[in-house]
């Protein structure tokens, strides 16, 4: 069993950077695909990025493109999402999950096998 925990989040200005983080255990972390995801009050879950297993390949949604960036490092089993430009709507619960099978880097919630209980961003006007 993958467990995944988040941290990083907080309450931040619009423009101002933040960066969480997202450590796992359970499983060979390289052998891990990951995700971010989120969801603001009510709203459903939203698919924000993903990188593949060697990290060479990440997707983003289109309105976080050019202002967020994902990474990992698998020496320290952490992926992080380092958000840049911040502005109110990205105010939400971050969420981490990762994907255990050999499918291709996935965008959607359904292509995730594991989750994280989230970290509250806060992005004030």
């Known amino acids: 069993q993958v467990q995944l925990v988040e941290s990083g989040g907080g309450l931040v200005q619009a423009g101002d950077p933040l960066r969480v983080s997202c450590a796992a255990s359970?499983?060979?972390?390289?052998?891990?695909?990951m995700g971010w995801f989120r969801q603001a009050p009510g709203k459903e879950r939203e698919f924000v990025a993903a990188?593949?297993?060697?990290?060479?390949?990440?997707y983003y949604a289109d309105s976080v493109k050019g202002r967020f960036t994902i990474s990992r490092d698998n020496a320290k089993n952490t992926v992080y999402l380092q958000m840049n430009s911040l502005k109110p709507e990205d105010t939400a619960v971050y969420y981490c999950?990762?994907?255990?099978?050999?499918?291709?880097?996935?965008?959607?919630?359904?292509?995730?096998?594991?989750w994280g209980k989230g970290t509250l961003v806060t992005v004030s006007s």
């Open positions: 990188i593949s297993r060697s990290g060479i390949t990440t």
């Open positions: 999950a990762a994907d255990g099978s050999l499918r291709p880097l996935a965008t959607t919630k359904g292509g995730m096998d594991y």
């Open positions: 359970g499983r060979t972390f390289s052998t891990l695909a």
